[in-house]
DNA sequence: CCGGACCCTTACAACGTTGGAGGAACAGTG
DNA sequence: CACTGTTCCTCCAACGTTGTAAGGGTCCGG
């Protein structure tokens, strides 16, 4: 198909250029600052954006006057388009209300703030479906990197789903970091949790509490499972296992409805020692804690409470929660460094916990 | 200047894209796409993003089978470009890790969910010149709509800077939405802190209260001063001035520093009642309970604490806390709806807390 | 007075997408 | 059978950048 040789462009162009606009009007572009300035294209983009090149002082001063004059901001996504690589990382949380969250998400958005990288929040809901949908609208935004702080589920039809669509962006060029659980493939900043947990639970025992109710949260969540595994295993070894071993869901009113319901049926027999409520996490050892003084029982006096994570929010609740110390601004910086630097090999950093032994615990005897 | 008439392209055109190609290599394009599916990109872009046109059943099977079978993940970039616009909203708090902006911002990725939209997040780390920084960054994003989550800083300078910003962000079709205080010209949600803090100090003050301990926060912080003026304001007219009216930050170590500084030197004097602690914020008021318990004293028997935001991971504290209660949630995605919507003029919604009464301030007597 | 640096301009092809203009095939109508 | 519409595609010019190739001035040293 043979061609005509169009008419002579300049004029032409730039007149339809301006017709056409999709942008909205006020937004001021390269284009816009180089005529101001009465430079080209090119220079312009050297002595706002560009690298290698040197652009000479005269012209250089030309540029940048009429860059602050006409107030231009680059279009970061056409920057991102031109160069083939962006600098917006996607941050996927289950829930950033949580406090557990928040504080990896401050971790991560400090370091970013010093790379000078942008971050995307997503958000599942505790939904493994959301978190796909997620991560696939993260890879159309094409972002540099993931970071996946959210716990696994056990659920091997959503995991395989998503590891799909990790390799898909991957295969793109993004990286990936997961926080918790090291069953993606990916750099992972991992969170011994079933460890932390058996240390917590022998530290219990050597404070001579006999009989523990356990507050496991759900079957499903592998950080829960890991914890309660983990509080399990230690106390059967010791010889005092779970006398009640619940499964609820993994937030506040969760342990608050299950441990209430126990306590509304009477304590456990206990030998004149009071119980320890063993919670999964901080958030649900709070509410633990409130079920049982609304059962008009005394914390630590007729029950005992421990939980986990340590979280900051939460560290002047009265008596204090014992807890396992988790350094969850650190876990998200690191994780942010994994995706950061460009690692050889794939690399799975180890994070214990610190057992925490608070006023919720008071040795018996 | 004469143009030769090029040879013919197609070939020759794909060649060299394959060749100086700057994305990464693994990344599928809807060219791949179209060539795949034997169509031309245009057809493609119709079945797979496009909305007007329609693409005959054939055809259209044949792309999405290609489209699947090369996983192909559009790109919103250049979506955005050529279309214009984007379906990025910039979220910016202090810091995530504060419960207050952490729910607000669960309130708005909620919002931002179901619209479709994607949510990027900053931190100003309470710096006026960050914030101004970071606006700057997401307008190069060219994020749809700016939600500022904020309190704004009694700081003229800061302030004409970042409005100046927000001006150009404007100019060029983007919305802004601020949450607190409505000093920036913009759709804003403002909460009433002076008047719910008057209800609050009121409330102690029929309770029976009549020693009152201020901890403002700091003088530049526009929520903590609204609140504390709120609370003067009301003791003041009551005939109960504060006995104490304590500068410090906005945190939970401020407030524990300056309470714990004032206990160390004893308490107020108190004609027999407990002095009440008015804290500006529920993180600052914990901070305050802590102080009182390590002075040896017991809350509320010795002090009364009242605390403002009703943080919902703080409602389990023991002695539970007297507040005012904001829905935070809801304003964020109030904040949400503002720049969701296109609204024909500016508009400022008004949010009233509401006054609890717990545990931490009892009646006297 | 020429050759070569140096600094700049012009031009253009990417990047991945959209959307308008235009055209081919085909049916319906006179 | 020519005309007029529809459909359904394809082609091409945007969008705002970057980067490179090719070229044109100016200045300097030989």
Redesign the interface.
């Known amino acids: 198909?043979?061609?005509?040789?169009?008419p002579?462009p300049t004029v032409e162009r730039t007149v339809r250029r301006r017709a056409r606009?999709?942008?909205?009007p006020?937004?001021v572009t390269l284009h816009d600052v180089a005529t101001a300035a009465g430079v080209s294209l090119a220079t312009a983009s050297r002595v706002l954006n560009g690298s290698s090149r040197v652009v000479g002082e005269p012209l250089r001063e030309k540029v940048l006057a009429a860059a602050a004059r006409l107030?231009y901001?680059?279009?970061?996504?056409?920057q991102?388009?031109?160069?083939?690589r962006?600098n917006?990382v996607g941050?996927v949380v289950h829930?950033?209300?949580?406090?557990y969250f928040?504080?990896i998400?401050?971790g991560v958005?400090?370091r970013a703030?010093a790379s000078d990288v942008?971050?995307?929040?997503?958000?599942t809901?505790s939904s493994p479906d959301?978190e796909v949908t997620h991560v696939?609208?993260?890879?159309?935004?094409?972002v540099r990197a993931l970071l996946l702080a959210g716990s696994r589920w056990q659920d091997e039809e959503a995991t395989a789903a998503l590891r799909d669509e990790l390799n898909?962006f991957r295969?793109?060029?993004g990286r990936v970091a997961a926080i918790s659980q090291d069953v993606l493939g990916v750099d992972t900043v991992l969170i011994d949790n079933h460890r932390a947990a058996r240390r917590l639970a022998e530290e219990l025992v050597g404070l001579g509490y006999r009989e523990f109710v356990l507050l496991g949260g759900p079957r499903g969540v592998a950080t829960a499972v890991d914890r309660a595994s983990g509080f399990r295993a230690a106390l059967t070894e010791r010889g005092h296992p779970p006398v009640l071993d619940l499964e609820c869901a993994f937030t506040?009113d969760g342990a608050h409805g299950a441990l209430g319901e126990v306590l509304a049926r009477g304590l456990p027999a206990s030998g004149g020692r009071p119980p320890c409520v063993l919670a999964a996490n901080d958030?649900m050892a709070?509410?633990a804690?409130?079920a049982v003084?609304e059962a008009g029982l005394d914390v630590p006096r007729d029950v005992a409470v421990a939980g986990f994570d340590d979280?900051?929010?939460?560290r002047?609740?009265?008596p204090s929660l014992t807890t396992v110390r988790l350094p969850l601004?650190e876990i998200g910086g690191h994780a942010f460094d994994l995706v950061d630097e460009t690692a050889p090999q794939r690399r799975v950093e180890h994070v214990t916990g610190r057992v925490l032994v608070r006023e919720s615990t008071p040795p018996l005897r």
Chains 1, 2 share one sequence.
Do not use: C, F, K, Y
Not at 95 to 99: G, H, R, S, V
Not at 118 to 123: D, G, K
Not at 311 to 314: A, E, F, G, R, Y
């Open positions: 198909m043979p061609q005509e040789p169009e002579a606009r999709a942008t909205a006020g937004v107030d901001s680059p279009n970061a996504q056409a991102a388009m031109a160069r083939g962006s917006i941050l829930d950033i209300a949580d406090p928040s504080t998400a401050a958005m400090q703030a942008i971050v995307t929040l997503a958000v809901g959301t696939a609208a993260l890879r159309r935004q094409r898909a295969a793109g060029g506040r958030v709070v509410g804690m409130a003084r979280i900051p929010t939460l002047d609740v009265s601004a």
